[in-house]
């Protein structure tokens, strides 16, 4: 076993040790509410947010990006599970939103091998790459942050299955203060239906 296997097994059993009453917690998240955000290891939902297990749904993937699996996770969060309010956070630094970001589709085109640290950046290292059924989205990185939190709030906000009585509220978190900030015309986006 390596060196982290060891460490998650040693840490998943003190953890056990404690667990008590938590085996009891309903599925449903007990505040009624779901943050999709990214998966970068500087954000810690639990703790910007204030939650503790059962609280709430908390879906995370590269960028905090509302793609048609995180929504369909968020239709599932409120449809069986009740969330009646989402949240969706980027934050500031973020890679999807650097060079290395935006050329991560055009990598996935080319292969799905790790890329290589070079001097000129990230590059493909594979020798003969397949770009064969390689899907890349575009949708993965993007310029500006402010506007991809409105991007996805709107997106779904406007998708068929996603309840018009759910708000929806966009905010960015900064990773120099820990701080989340709103952005308005996002959370102005999500507003549910009248």
């Known amino acids: 076993m390596s060196k982290i296997v060891d460490e998650v097994v040693a840490a998943n059993a003190a953890y056990a040790e404690g667990f008590g009453a938590k085996g009891d917690l309903a599925a449903p998240p007990a505040r009624g509410f ?103 989205k575009k949708e993965l990185a993007f310029d500006d942050l402010k506007k991809s939190v409105v991007d996805d709030v709107t997106r779904v906000r406007n998708h068929p299955l996603v309840n018009p009585e759910i708000p929806i509220y966009g905010y960015i978190y900064d990773v120099k203060t820990g701080k989340l900030i709103e952005v308005e015309e996002a959370t102005a986006a999500g507003r549910p239906a009248a």
């Open 34 to 136: 779901l943050i999709l955000t990214c998966m970068d290891a500087r954000l810690d939902p639990a703790k910007f947010a204030g939650l503790v297990e059962g609280d709430a749904h908390v879906l995370r993937n590269g960028g905090g990006r509302a793609t048609d699996d995180a929504i369909r996770s968020m239709i599932i969060s409120h449809k069986l599970l009740g969330t009646r309010e989402w949240f969706i956070i980027q934050h500031t630094e973020c890679g999807m939103q650097t060079s290395e970001g935006k050329r991560l589709a055009v990598f996935l085109e080319e292969s799905s091998e790790r890329a290589g640290k070079t001097n000129a950046g990230f590059q493909n290292v594979c020798v003969d790459c397949d770009a064969t059924d390689r899907h890349a």
